[in-house]
C-alpha cells in the first residue's frame, strides 16, 4: 500500500483536471495548490475514481518539473494501479521516469567522484547534500545540479510505483524491464540506496523455458516458468512439479505451500507456512545457486536457462510467503528429456555434476 493516510475527497476527478491545466499550462501559482490538493485526495477517492485517474496522472510525468516532487505524482499514479487502473496503461511514463532518475543517480554519482580525492565518498541520499557549493562540484548549473542531485535522493521512492505496475503485468515487464535492470543494479552497487525490491521485479522471468537436471537420478527435464520473485518460490514449485509429480524421490511441498506461491490472490499478511527444501540448486559449472537469488541467477548455456538438482547438503526451511504478494509463480513441466537429451545437457556441466545412474 503506497498511501496510508486517510483524507475527505472532493471532486477528485476535477481536482486531476485542475493538475492537468495547470501543468499544460506551465503555471506554478496553479499546479502547486492543485497537486497539494490531489496528494490529500487520492486516497479517499473511490476506486472507480482511481481508475480512471491513474493514466490520467502517469501521463502527466514527462511534464512535470524534474526538479518538482515527480516521485509523489509517481506514487499518486501507482495507488491507482494498486485499486484498480490499468498497469499497462500507466507503466511507460512511471517506468520511464525511473530509469531516467537511475541514470540522472548514477550521473550524480561519476560527477561526485570525479576528482578521485579520499573526500569524495559518494554522500548518503540526503537533500542537505543540495546547498550553493552542489553546482561548482557536479558542473553545469544550478538546475542540472539540482536535478541530478535530486534523483540521487529520490530514486527509492520510485519503488513503489514501479512495483505497482511491474508486479500486475507480465506485459509490462516484458516491455520495460530489460531495458532498466542494468542501470538498476549499477546504482545499487554503489551501496548507497536499497533498490532490492525494484532489481527483482525488473529480473523477474516470464515464460521462460528451464532445463532442470536431476543428478542423484540421471533425468532431465523441460520446465516452463513465469512470474517468481525468487529461487525460494523456484525451489518450491520444482519440489511441487518433479517430486509431487512423482518424477522424483522426495518429500513434495505442502499444498498451502504451493498455493502460497501460485495463487493470484495474494497472502492478506504474512503467513506462518514453512516450506521445506528438497534440492541443492546448482549453475552447470557447480556453484550454489542461492535461495535468496533469483531465477535470473541461473545461467545460460545454449541458449537455455540449465539448472541442477542435487541431494541437499542439510535440511533447508523457510517461510512459504512469496516475495512479491501480487506477483504469482507459475512451473509447468514442458516434456520429461529423452536419456540422449539428458546425457547431453549433462555434458555441458562439471564433472561434479556427472549423471550418477540409479543402481
Known sequence: MIFKWKREAKGFAAIVTELEGAVAARDG????????????????????????????????????????????????????VERG??????????????????????????????????????????????????????????????????????????????????????????????????????????????????????????????????????????VRIGGIGDNFQLHTLLAHVLVGGGHVPGTAPSAESVRLATDPEPAQGSTRTIATGAFELLAPDGGRIWNEGLPDDIPVVEGRRLLVLDEPTYQRSWNADRFFPHLPGTAELTRVLTADETRTWFAHTSPGNEIRRPS
Open 85 to 222: 487502473a490499468d498497469p499497462v496503461a500507466c507503466a511507460e511514463p512511471i517506468l520511464g521516469g525511473v530509469h531516467q532518475d537511475l541514470l540522472d543517480a548514477l550521473e550524480f554519482a561519476r560527477r561526485w567522484t570525479a576528482t578521485g580525492a579520499t573526500e569524495d565518498e559518494l554522500p548518503e541520499p540526503d537533500e542537505k547534500i543540495i546547498d550553493d557549493a552542489l553546482p561548482a562540484r557536479l558542473g553545469g548549473d544550478v538546475y542540472e545540479a539540482t536535478r541530478l542531485a535530486l534523483a540521487w535522493c529520490s530514486i527509492e521512492e520510485w519503488q513503489p510505483p514501479a512495483l505497482a505496475v511491474l508486479c500486475r503485468s507480465a506485459e509490462v515487464r516484458r516491455r520495460h524491464a530489460s531495458a532498466i535492470l542494468p542501470a538498476c543494479r549499477d546504482l545499487a552497487a554503489l551501496e548507497r540506496h536499497d533498490l532490492k525490491c525494484l532489481a527483482y521485479a525488473l529480473a523477474v522471468l516470464d515464460d521462460e523455458p528451464l532445463v532442470v537436471l536431476h543428478r542423484p537420478t540421471g533425468t532431465g527435464f523441460e
Open 29 to 80: 501559482d496553479r499546479t502547486g495548490p492543485a497537486f497539494t490538493a490531489l496528494m490529500n485526495s487520492v486516497q479517499s477517492a473511490s476506486d472507480a475514481e482511481r481508475r480512471l485517474a491513474g493514466p490520467r496522472l502517469a501521463a502527466l510525468l514527462p511534464a512535470f518539473p524534474p526538479t518538482g516532487p515527480r516521485p509523489m505524482l509517481a506514487m499518486a499514479a501507482g495507488f491507482c
